[in-house]
């Protein structure tokens, strides 16, 4: 069985509504594993590795909008 593993909803996430003023994803700082990543200011997060992905689920809390699942 594969391991869990975070996956962002692409047409879902919109990091400008998580953060108005400076665009940061909420979930990414919550990601206490550092495998999600943002890599600038108002793009969608990218899971990197992804097999290095703990399914924790931090990020999924995070996420005021649910674009972050754990599948």
Known sequence: MPKPKAGVKYDECVPE???PTDGICSAVEACT?????QEEAYESPIVFPADMCQGCGDCVKACPLDAITIC
């Not at 594993?33 to 990543?37: D, E, Q």
């Open 17 to 19: 509504k998580c953060s």
């Open 33 to 37: 594993h550092t495998i999600l990543k």
